[in-house]
Each structure stands twice: as C-alpha cells, then as structure tokens.
C-alpha cells in the first residue's frame, strides 16, 4: 500500500489529509500520516474559547468568492454552522486626519461603482475624487510585466486612493508595503480587469451588472463575502481530525530533514525517529519548505526563499456594550 506523510497540521496539511481521507473511505488503497511540529493542529488557525467569548489569534473569516473553505465546510457536515457579516452594520472606517470616516458605499473592491456616495464622502480631497475619475480615460497598460501594489493604484487611481484605499483595506490583509507587494501575486483580479476593461471603474461596473444578471441562475444561498463558523475557525480543524479516522495525527513531530527521491523518501524527525513514505505534502511555512527542500530541489528551494515574511502580533479587546451608546455601526 502507497504511503503519504503530510508535513504540517495548519489548514493547507489538514485538508490535503481530509482529500486522502476521502479517497480511502471511497476505496482507494493510502496509508497517510501527518507530522505536527507543534503541540496543536491548525497552525495560524488558533481559536480560543473563553468565558463566553471566541478569540481567534489567527484568521478570523474566510472569503466566500473563492468557493474552497465552503465546499470543505459542507464536506465536513458544518456547512450550518457557518456565519456571515451582519447585514445592519456594513460601514468600514479609515482612521484619517485624527477621525473615523466611514467609506463610501458602492466600494466594489475599493473601486467606486456608485457616484454619489463617492461625490459626497470627505473621505477624499476633490482633487483625489478627480485623480481618481481619470481612471475612465486612462489608458491600459501595455506590458505585461508585473509591478507593486503601489505602483498599480497610483497610476490608475492617484496618491489618495492608495493612502486611504489601498493602504488599510488591501495591503492591511497582507500585513504588508504596499510599495514592495506584486500586484499580480496578490490581488491578480485587478490585472485582469484592466487587462480587459482598460478602466476598473468600467469593469466593475460590468462585473456587478453580469453577477446581478447571473444572481437569478443560480441557487440562493446566504453566504456573504466574509463567512466563518458559529463557534470560531477551530470547528474546522476540529471537524477534519473527527472526520478523518484513518489518517494518523501527530503533534509535536517536527520535521528536520527529508531526502531520497519519488517513490522512495525518508523524512526525519528532531530528535530522532524516521518514517519512509513513497509521497510527501509539504505543508509548511514557505521559507521552512525551503530549508527542507534545499537538499532534494535546490531549485524550488530557491524560489521559496523569495517569498517575504513578516511577523504580527493580534490584540483582542473586549468591551462592555452598555459602555457605547451607538449602535457599533461597522
Ligand atoms: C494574524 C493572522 C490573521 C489572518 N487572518 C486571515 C483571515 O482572516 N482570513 C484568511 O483567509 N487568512 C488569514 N490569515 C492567513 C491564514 O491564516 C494563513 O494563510 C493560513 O492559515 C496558512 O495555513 P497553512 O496551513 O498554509 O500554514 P500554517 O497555518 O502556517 O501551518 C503550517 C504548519 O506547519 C507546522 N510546521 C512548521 N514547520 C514544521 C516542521 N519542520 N515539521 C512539522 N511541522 C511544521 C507549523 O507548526 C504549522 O502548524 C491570517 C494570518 C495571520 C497570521
């Protein structure tokens, strides 16, 4: 029988094992075990559960435009556990010139697609509101190499749109500069829009109008564009480890080295112990795949090596709701 070891138990690992699972539980003949360096499985999913309340230390939602953490959802029987944003209190705000000012509505990823709310919000100088207007006439450009964020937003939309936009709504989720991200790794939909509209106004405007028309075509569902599960990410982890009774789980097995090639690999563990497998699943951080690549793809290892890192740290904060007296709008 074929053996896989899956290195590391964050969600990538967990749900390469849950595929394996399912294709033993359809008869497939695997045998799969999963090495944990740590004590817990989840890796940067880590949701705390605490007098009452759920406190993820890692990511707290998913986005439902890309349909894999809801098909793993329904998959794992948790599909009604999910929760989306509530629908009364959409505002986001962007702390500038030492207040909170709400953004416009009709943002479509950061993209106007509604003028008056646009032509009257103060969140924009109306020097920026015009920057930005030029996107209608801007032309495309003409090759295709890849540039920064940064450089994307300024050319299209101006200064303001990056440092009130661009900056706190979309490098914010990268933890990241938006001066050193490639706007082609991380937000690739922009790429494509002015690839093919020129203006991102323009395709926004044609990518809301073609989901309205295709709303009608397909089933309803409740799923708004950030959904998580009633009792915190954790249920995912938890669901997949439950649901998986054939694939071995173990923590506090770090990885040190792996060599051999397809069909015939060795992987080593710190402190000692050995495990053969004829395929492995790296699952790990990018630059610890590097390191344990190095020796086998001195190639991929390289590629790895490129991908930045930065550390973070999350504050959770909990308030009395009589200390408010609005109605935590946002
Ligand atoms: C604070 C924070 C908030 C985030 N918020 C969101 C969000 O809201 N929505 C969203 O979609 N994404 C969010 N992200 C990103 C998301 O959490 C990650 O992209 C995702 O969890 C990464 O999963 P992974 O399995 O690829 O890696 P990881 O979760 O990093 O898992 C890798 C695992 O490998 C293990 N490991 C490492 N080295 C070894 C070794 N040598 N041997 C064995 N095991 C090893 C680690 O212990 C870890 O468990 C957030 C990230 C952070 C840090």
Known sequence: MKKIIIIGGGIAGLAAAYRI???????????????????????????????????????????????????????????????????????????????????????????????????????????????????????????????????????????????????????????????????????????????????????????????LLNANKRPANNYTLFMTLKDGLGEMVEAIIKKSPDIQFQSGARVESISGKEGDWCVKLEGGGENKADALILATPGHITAQLLQPVAPNAAEILKQIKYVSTATVTLAYKREGFSHALDG
């Open 21 to 211: 699972q399912r294709k033993i539980s359809s008869g497939t003949p695997l045998e799969c075990s999963l090495l944990e360096g740590g004590d817990q499985f989840g890796g940067k999913i880590a949701t705390e559960r605490s007098e009452g309340f759920i406190v993820e230390r890692g990511p707290d939602s998913f986005i439902s435009q890309k349909p894999a953490a809801i098909q793993l959802c329904e998959q794992l029987g948790i599909a009604d556990h999910l929760v989306g944003t509530n629908a009364g209190t959409p505002s986001t705000y962007v702390y500038t010139g030492g207040k909170l000012v709400s953004m416009p509505d009709g943002l479509s990823l950061m993209i106007p697609t509604k003028f008056l709310p646009f032509a009257l919000t103060p969140l924009f100088s109306w020097a920026g509101k015009i920057r930005m207007a030029f996107d209608l006439v801007i032309p495309k450009k003409v090759d295709e190499s890849d540039e920064s964020l940064a450089s994307f937003i300024r050319r299209r939309m101006g200064e303001e749109a990056l440092r009130k936009m661009a900056e706190p709504m979309l490098a914010g989720i990268y933890a990241s500069d938006p001066e050193t991200m490639s706007i082609g790794s991380t937000f690739p939909m922009f790429v494509e829009t002015e690839r093919k509209y020129r203006s991102l106004i323009i395709g926004m405007l044609a990518r809301k109008k073609a989901m």
